[in-house]
């Protein structure tokens, strides 16, 4: 009986927990979608951090951030998907405090739907920026999860 008592209250720990780290981000994700750039933080394979401001859209609990397939930044997540992201201005200047993320390649219909709010969020900028910038390639889309 006793063991069952603790693994009923570890359950209701681990539950709680979970709980905790869900608000948590809910509470950052919400704090960013004022936002128009966050500066994504990704890190070379010695270590040092290359930061980078971008564009992102936030859907699923997950931000989305676009850009070309050779970027530093893609080869960089292949190698480390540890990424930080803070809300900031057009030229990087901090808005808000560093949050810690993981980093993965977004499926396609991931994709699509980021691209998608996308244009809806930033309008004919963002079509004009990917008439030039993804002229022949396929963009890369890149899903963080805080």
Not at 2 to 10: C, H
Not at 81 to 88: G, L, N, W, Y
Not at 96 to 116: C, Q
Request: aromatic letters at 10%; one cysteine or more; hydrophobic letters at 40%.
């Amino acid at each position: 009986m006793g063991f069952l008592f603790k693994f009923v209250e570890l359950m209701a720990a681990l539950k709680y927990r979970s709980y905790q780290l869900m608000v948590m981000s809910t509470d950052n994700l919400a704090r960013l979608a004022d936002h128009k750039y966050i500066n994504l933080e990704t890190y070379k394979k010695n270590g040092q951090a290359v930061q980078t401001p971008v564009w992102f859209v936030i859907d699923n609990a997950q931000i989305f951030v676009t850009t070309r397939p050779d970027t530093g930044k893609v080869k960089r997540i292949r190698n480390n998907d540890t990424v930080k992201i803070m809300p900031c201005g057009m030229r990087g200047e901090p808005r808000g405090e560093w949050i810690s993320g993981t980093a993965r390649f977004a499926d396609e219909s991931e994709s699509k739907n980021a691209g998608n709010l996308r244009r809806k969020k930033y309008g004919i900028k963002a079509r004009l920026v990917g008439a030039f910038t993804y002229r022949g390639v396929e963009p890369k889309v890149i899903a963080i999860r805080i």
